[in-house]
């Protein structure tokens, strides 16, 4: 019985420090939209409508990202040179 207090005890505190270091991650990143952090405190519903908002918006950036990279991958390409012709 007491084991269940220590693990429960133990899991408190590492998802406390999880938190802590997730929070801080947000407010350094200037991207990052500061409404999460307080997402915990929300209802089942508000975490949903988060989280499919989340994707979304995770689908649009990495969309525009690999749109980047062809473009990016494209102008960094050399012309092949044709050998010249004898005749």
Do not use: C, W
């Amino acid at each position: 019985f007491l084991m269940v207090f220590v693990i429960q005890n133990s899991q408190n505190r590492t998802t406390k420090a999880l938190h802590l270091k997730l929070d801080e991650l947000i407010r350094a990143v200037d991207a990052a939209r500061n409404d999460y952090l307080t997402v915990e405190q929300e209802t089942e519903e508000e975490m949903q409508r988060a989280a499919r908002f989340g994707a979304t918006r995770s689908r649009r950036r990495s969309s525009t990202m690999e749109s980047g990279r062809k473009r990016s991958s494209a102008s960094r390409r050399q012309p092949r040179s044709t050998p010249a012709k004898r005749g």
